[in-house]
């Protein structure tokens, strides 16, 4: 899904960007977790995460924070609708980031993410006005469903793998671990907008789309913001 973005066919069309700039978030979730795991930074060691010590906290926009979807992500029994009880989150961050594309558009997209030893689990907002249904069409091997009530989309890709060279060489990318998707209407309506919240597996299975459904029926409702749409 991410080699959408530079392709010539899609360029000129803003909703096509927009949800390819959604699947090369989730994309690029997998360069960060590759990273840290190269570095050391996810050892077994660390204390259990939390969303608490984020340095910079997203300005008052009356959008979600990285730092609100962090809180709801990781909720007690994470772990658990994982299928993993017995793991302990490693890492844990928002980010109150955006999206640019062609034009000069920037899309808010705040995010977070929360790692396991088993899986790395995200969840984001993107504020691109655009409605979910139809969106299938550009995501692949995609299909349509409802979920919460609200118009969904189940969707594939691969994680981006980054190898960061400890000579101060040029880092090495290439394609990681499969991921499974869900988009889901910011509304009933689906007037435009939308979450979205990816799985994917340290051991490069395909993760399950029970799991998925199950964690993002728990955590989108708990989202500041979510019940407006209702």
Known sequence: MAEKIGSPEKGHNAWGQA???????AALGGALWASDVTSGNGSSGTPAASCSDEKEPGKRTGRVTGKQLCEALLRPDLAELLGTPTETAKTAFGNDGSVGLSGGKDIPMPSAEVEFDTYTVTVSATYDDLPVAGSHELLGSATERTVLGRPAVLYSDRTIKINFRLDGGDAESGTGVPLRSVVVAQDEKDSGGSYDV???????????????????????????GWAAGS
Do not use: S
Not at 19 to 25: G, R
């Open 198 to 224: 990816t799985l994917w597996r340290a051991d490069g299975m395909v993760p399950d789309d029970a799991v998925l459904l199950r964690v993002a029926e728990k955590v989108l409702p708990t989202v500041p």
């Open 19 to 25: 949800f390819a700039a959604v699947a090369l978030f």
